[in-house]
């Protein structure tokens, strides 16, 4: 696409975010919120994904604002084009983040005049994780494929995943998965139950999982008289 078209839609979009930005309610950056979890002396990879037109390859900015700076540190911040999604290009902006010491840190990814990507840090000590969440259980129909998502929060990028069926501990049906997420098809009408274990840097934990594909009656309909 010609660099005039685009620079003719950035121009669009900014002049769309400042009308909108003029009223009270926008005073502030136009600003996209993230979570993150990390654990001390453990790093994340964080990845941003913008459209070209909004970067525009301006020089990137990565603040670490209060309470501290020295909660977390930020380090070989990277931008890289992908075209993949053409004729609109886009910038990736990649940045690894450390945390320091026990506390909470915002981070702002500044990459146009009025545009920043906002990350709620929260860094905790490292026995606090995995973080699995209570019992998953998920509804599913006979011979059609049912997909478990384990939700678990880990303190680095790269964690273990082993899925077993049965109940908590019972291994001797080998693992039937690896990876955050199980996909099983139900064959009969019951329920299935697995339980998964995930190992990071930190620490050891289990989760558990129920896939119900119990047979549902029929609803009654009343007949009026």
Known sequence: MPRGVLLMMRSL???LLLVGLSSPAFAAPFIF??????????????????????????????E????SPS?????????????SSYPFRVAVIRFSL?????????????????????????VEPCDHFPKIPPLTWVRGQIDEPV?????????N????????????GDTGGGIVSTGNALSFTPREPRQY???????????????????????VPPRRHSVKR
């Not at 450390?98 to 840190?105: A, E, H, N």
């Not at 997909?147 to 303190?155: G, R």
Request: net charge negative.
């Open 64 to 67: 670490a604002l209060n309470p």
């Open 33 to 62: 919120p993230t979570d993150v979890d990390i654990a001390v002396g453990q790093t994340r990879n964080i990845s941003v994904s913008v459209p070209w037109f909004w970067y525009g390859g301006e020089q990137v900015r990565v």
């Open 147 to 155: 997909y478990i998502f384990s939700h678990v929060i880990t303190a």
């Open 193 to 215: 139950r697995f339980w998964y274990r995930v190992i990071d840097k930190c620490a050891t934990g289990t989760g558990e999982a129920v896939i119900d594909a119990s047979e």
């Open 157 to 168: 990028d790269a964690p273990l995943f082993e899925w077993y069926a049965g109940f908590t």
């Open 98 to 122: 450390t945390g320091i010491s026990v506390g909470y840190v915002v981070i702002d990814v500044t990459y146009d005049t009025l545009l920043t990507s906002r990350y709620f840090v929260v």
């Open 71 to 83: 909660i977390a540190s930020v380090s070989r911040l990277t931008v890289e084009t992908d075209n």
């Open 13 to 15: 979009w900014m002049a």
